[in-house]
């Protein structure tokens, strides 16, 4: 079993750790003064933790709307300034409930159970929670971290296939990063590189905790990924999204001239994924206009094109040939 992780946040100390039975959750459960919040497919598939708030893991729960809802359940349930939540869960479900304890009765503990390999492996730690406003993905949100993340590698047997790969996104996105695509294999232990990739993001958060430097480097994928999501009326899962965000801006990087160590590897990788995902693609996700209109109205938009690129590692560069993308876009399409 891997050792126990810390992260020093300014707003309050956590810790991520690896347990092996789902008893453990199920005691939390039981405490007094606790209240579950549980995605649906997990009830579903694991009927011994269908307890508390059982909640659709939908994008429409994750707005102002789903919110509300939340935490007026919250509310009916007498829920308190000393209550504890226990969210058990994939992004959605850590986005939302996240959200609502940051902001019910100005902040309630919550312990935090990733049941995906997206949240496993990236988005439990770092303390961002959000909700959509409208088509705008994210734009509502607080930092506000988890009082305690609990690891259980089990969830991931009942994944699907397409989920799973969505999962590894990040991964290959952080070794990317990293400039070690060669150790992204498929054939390796998944809890060592959730264990990896949770030790990188935590080295990143230590300098910069709240997105203003080194932080933003994680964004790498995400620019064009998210708003493929909008494109596709979030028919791709975010992780696949990110995969082919990588791929478009590893491509930029090469066209304007940057020298990245092991190009061809990691457009390979990210062609494999994809193809294993089984996911179909649909070639008007591509369209240059669209995701330049989604791009400019992004949260982290500053109304110039900002992306991270790669040399021999990541940096953020304002990006005004247009051709370029268009490029990029039309050889990540027709490569899969």
């Known amino acids: 079993m891997h050792s126990k992780l810390t992260i020093d946040s300014s707003i309050h100390s956590y810790t991520i750790e690896f347990i092996n039975t789902i008893e453990v959750i ?12 549980v995605d649906s497919n997990v009830a579903r598939l694991y009927p011994e933790l269908k307890d508390g708030i059982i909640v659709e893991a939908t994008e429409k729960a994750k707005t102002l709307e789903g919110a509300e809802e939340l935490l007026t359940k919250l509310s009916e349930r007498r829920a308190n300034v000393k209550t504890k939540l226990i969210v058990i869960g994939g992004g959605i479900i850590q986005d939302l409930a996240g959200f609502c304890a940051s902001v019910y009765a100005r902040g309630i503990e919550y312990i935090l159970i990733p049941t995906t390999l997206l949240a496993q492996a990236d988005s ?17 949100g607080t930092f506000y971290p988890p009082s305690k993340i609990l690891i259980y590698k089990e969830f991931l047997n009942t994944l699907t296939r397409t989920d799973y790969i969505s999962g590894l996104g990040e991964i290959y996105k952080f070794n990317i990063l ?15 590189m959730i264990y990896e990739g949770l030790s990188y993001k935590i080295s990143i958060l230590k300098k910069d905790e709240f997105d203003k430097n080194e932080r933003r480097f994680l964004n790498y994928g995400h620019t ?19 995969i082919l965000g990588s791929m478009i801006a590893i491509r930029i990087s090469k066209y304007l001239g940057y020298d990245i160590p092991n190009y061809d590897m990691i457009l390979n990788n990210g062609v494999k994924l994809i193809r294993e995902s089984q996911i179909q693609l649909e070639k008007d996700w591509f369209n240059l206009e669209d995701l330049l209109e989604i791009v400019k109205s992004d949260k982290k938009s500053t109304g110039k094109l900002t992306m991270v690129l790669m040399d021999k590692e990541p940096f953020l560069k304002n990006i005004d040939d247009t051709e370029v993308i268009r490029t990029a876009l039309n050889e990540t399409y027709e490569s899969i």
Request: aromatic content about 4%; proline content about 3%.
């Open 26 to 37: 199920q005691d939390l459960m039981k405490e007094p003064n606790t209240i579950s919040i």
């Open 124 to 140: 439990c730690v770092g303390g961002k929670t959000s909700i959509n406003l409208r088509s705008k993905k994210n734009l509502i």
């Open 178 to 192: 990293q400039n070690n695509i060669e150790q992204f294999d498929l054939s390796r232990d998944i809890l060592e």
């Open 224 to 242: 064009f990924g998210h708003a493929i999501e909008t494109t596709s009326n979030n028919n791709i899962p975010h992780g696949l999204a990110v």
